[in-house]
């Protein structure tokens, strides 16, 4: 297993070997598997370990190896089924939270895309449970790039979105990326939705905790969205629950 690991090292820096990435990735599961929950490496380490894992179209299939379910098709489909119904639970709440999730929502009139709505009601869904959204996706402007790394540095768990100064909301980002425990593990994502499924892959696939801050709205996308561990929800992710399927 070793020496497939070390193969991998030279196969990665090929061009258009995907299927090559993935038998060996494929072979080397398990003790992949085992480093990750028994050595427990940092995810710098790690990643200089088994650089192959770092990139979308392994984090999705490493994902697939550890819970058979297709994450990115699984994700986006059950966003898009609760997308009307959690948009109205989410409009209804109150106070500072219910003004916060309209100023999110503002930005569908602007721009009213799938791409959109889908991280608009992952916005709001992060403030719905008191959670704050900045913690989940920050943006930042391409003319503070700088300043963006150096707020950036320290971040344990989260992605960050670079648009250009004055852009238009229908505009492109400049880059969207996942950050864990300091680490870039991947960026040119194209949009923050599929982001947020990818980081919810990663932090399956390095066996990490979900960060304090986010717990209810992770709880949501693992338990409720992606059906898995369903069995044990909080009250908070419950009441929720029932409210999409009433």
Known sequence: MEKERLELLSEVNKRDNHQIIKMKMDKTFAHRRHEVVVDMPSVEEFK??????????????????????????????????????LSRVC?????????????????????????????CNLKSLAVYFNEDPEKL??????VNFDNAQRQMDGTAIGIYVIKHEGADASDP?????????????????????????????VIYNLNLSYPPELKYTFEFLQKVLMGIDTNRLSNKVQVLKNKLHE
């Open 48 to 85: 200089s370990r088994w650089p192959a894992l770092f990139s979308e179209r392994e984090i999705c299939a490493e994902f697939t190896r550890i819970t058979t379910i297709a994450l990115l098709s699984k994700f986006m489909s059950e966003l898009d089924h609760h997308s009307s119904k």
């Open 91 to 119: 409009r209804k709440k109150g106070g500072a939270a219910g003004r916060k999730i309209a100023e999110i929502m503002a930005v569908i009139e602007e721009n009213d895309t799938i791409a959109t709505r889908r991280v």
């Open 137 to 142: 996706i920050k943006e930042y402007l391409d």
């Open 173 to 201: 980002p400049e880059d969207v990326g996942i950050i864990v425990e300091d680490v870039a593990v991947l960026q040119d994502i194209g949009d923050a939705a599929t982001a947020t499924a990818l980081l919810l892959a």
